[in-house]
């Protein structure tokens, strides 16, 4: 099943990172957090990628053009036309990318719309955005998506908390500290889509349409959304507090989507 992944947004409350790279591309370890999702999509065996590009599209083009030479050991004889010799190998030799202009300033929806044509004759494909990071089961996703036979399912997560969180008895002894505790109440959309070709119907033409509005407003409305329960790990990368703490995961090693 293709994996559509949105990484055509500005990003701007994360500029204070590198104000020079794409959202997706910002780094979580040694690999932008783009790269994570897609490692973590092809652990399930889903690896054929595209990608709906937009602000700073070129970026993204250029690191997968730059894959091979930039992940691999070489010896290369200068002046000759095609004479690179690779002495190492990568674990993601059998991806496919799609690298999609989706334009500059395209919502959501349009970004979407935009590359139908590359889902060909599949009668299913996932979705989701290019700057978060879970630990959702994606085949039980998938299981589920098919059961229910509806158009779209959406991965329903806990938001995580913004601020430390203080355990303390009645007299105001301290007896817990969770710096990034998870919220325990309702839920929220965590990307992580799996659609029906049918989610086509629902995008209408032009730039300004967003998937999260009017298209799942009417997908409600028509009794044709699904939400998948997922009450592990899931972090957005939204802010700098958030890049801190994803790399943060990853330089302990605790970071729960790494299971490759």
């Given at each position: 099943m293709k994996v559509v992944i949105l990484c055509g947004g500005?990003?701007?409350?994360?500029?204070?990172?590198?104000?020079n790279l794409p959202k997706p591309m910002i780094p979580v370890g040694n690999f932008p957090i783009m790269w994570h999702i897609m490692k973590y999509y092809s652990m399930y065996g889903h690896k054929d990628f595209v990608l709906c590009l937009g602000y700073k599209g070129q970026v993204i083009k250029d690191f997968f053009l730059n894959y091979e030479s930039n992940?691999?050991?070489?010896?290369l004889?200068?002046?000759?036309?095609n004479r690179i010799e690779y002495h190492t190998e990568h674990e993601e030799i059998d991806w496919r990318v799609t690298l999609a202009d989706t334009g500059a300033d395209a919502m959501t929806g349009a970004r979407v719309r935009k590359?139908?044509?590359?889902?060909g004759n599949d009668e299913h494909f996932m979705l989701t955005y290019g700057d978060g990071v879970g630990d959702i089961d994606i085949a039980k996703l998938v299981d589920f998506h098919m059961s229910h036979g509806r158009i779209l399912t959406v991965s329903g997560v806990r938001p995580p908390g913004r601020f430390g969180e203080l355990m303390h008895s009645p007299?105001?002894?301290?007896?817990?500290?969770?710096e990034k505790p998870q919220a325990t109440g309702g839920r929220i959309s965590g990307g992580y889509f799996v659609c029906s070709?049918?989610?086509f119907d629902y995008l209408d033409e032009g730039d300004d349409v967003v998937f999260e509005t009017d298209p799942m407003r009417r997908l409600v409305a028509d009794g044709q959304m699904m939400t998948y329960e997922h009450d592990g790990f899931w972090q957005p990368m939204d802010t700098y507090r958030d890049y801190t703490y994803l790399n943060g995961l990853v330089a302990k090693g605790e970071a729960p989507w790494i299971k490759w």
């Open positions: 500005q990003g701007t409350r994360i500029r204070d990172v590198n104000e992940t691999r050991d070489l010896s004889t200068l002046g000759a036309a590359i139908r044509k590359y889902i007299e105001g002894l301290v007896t817990e500290f969770n070709r049918k989610i």
